[in-house]
């Protein structure tokens, strides 16, 4: 099956860190990858779309300066916490389609942020 | 207003049993595709069954199975023989158009627990 890769699994920082998360797709291109942040107990909230090669779509409420998305190649997508804060402590977790609308999304294992 | 519904926050269900997961949707599109993912503790989003608007017949796979009703605009899980590994937050999700590419819109989710 199709596998995607996501690093770190957790990551614990002090506040005005910079985060780098990284998502994979190890056996099929991905054409489009998503970006989900997940609050305990709580269902998974889109944050951006990526399509490799154009900007990111962003959700509406979601800071584009401050979660910079990379998608450089068919199987890369890298979220960017800049200058992260207390209040970004959350789980994020990325999961990519390949080409086709019938597609499930195949996710990573998701990254545990705790910033101090 | 909603437009991927779990109206069960939490559900038990006695080993070796079946259980059904509600999800009801909305949407105007045509073509459209309704999927269910299993979240352990552990954090990982495990895919479990997809169905298509247009597919005639219900989905399975394994002791999944999907009970698509198009005109009620449900798509209910049922696991049958449940296992204590079942255990899990379950979320059924919507794929629909986006402005060319596809999106993701994810239910409340469904905490199940299995009674030994």
């Known amino acids: 099956g199709a596998v995607v890769s996501q690093h770190p699994s957790r990551v614990i920082c002090k506040s005005g860190t910079s985060v780098k998360i990284e998502c994979r797709s190890l056996?099929?291109?991905?054409?489009?990858m998503f970006w989900y942040r997940q609050f305990p107990k709580q269902s998974l909230m889109l944050m951006a779309t990526?399509?490799?090669?154009?900007?990111?779509?962003?959700e509406q409420g979601v800071e584009k300066d401050k979660f910079l998305i990379n998608h450089a190649s068919l199987t890369l997508s890298t979220l960017t916490v800049t200058s992260a804060h207390p209040e970004d402590s959350s789980f994020y977790i990325c999961?990519?389609?390949?080409?086709?609308?019938?597609?499930?999304?195949?996710f990573g294992d998701g990254t545990r942020l705790s910033i101090l | 207003a909603q437009k991927i519904t779990q109206t069960q926050p939490g559900m038990f269900v006695q080993e070796k049993e079946a259980v059904t997961l509600d999800c009801t949707y909305d949407?105007?599109?045509?073509?459209?595709?309704l999927f269910w993912y299993k979240q352990p503790s552990s954090g990982e989003m495990i895919f479990l069954i997809y169905?298509?608007?247009?597919?005639?017949q219900n989905a399975t796979e394994g002791r999944y199975s999907l009970n698509f009703q198009k005109a009620r605009k449900s798509a209910n899980l049922v696991i049958s023989a449940s296992q204590l590994g079942d255990s899990a937050m379950y979320f059924c999700?919507?794929?629909?158009?986006?402005?060319?590419?596809?999106?993701?819109?994810f239910g409340t989710g469904t905490r199940l627990k299995v009674l030994a």
């Open positions: 999961s990519a389609t390949g080409q086709g609308g019938n597609q499930p999304q195949h």
């Open positions: 056996d099929f291109q991905a054409t489009t």
């Open positions: 949407t105007s599109d045509q073509s459209y595709g």
């Open positions: 169905q298509g608007s247009y597919d005639e």
């Open positions: 999700a919507m794929r629909e158009a986006n402005s060319g590419t596809y999106k993701y819109i």
């Open positions: 990526s399509n490799e090669g154009s900007k990111a779509t962003y």
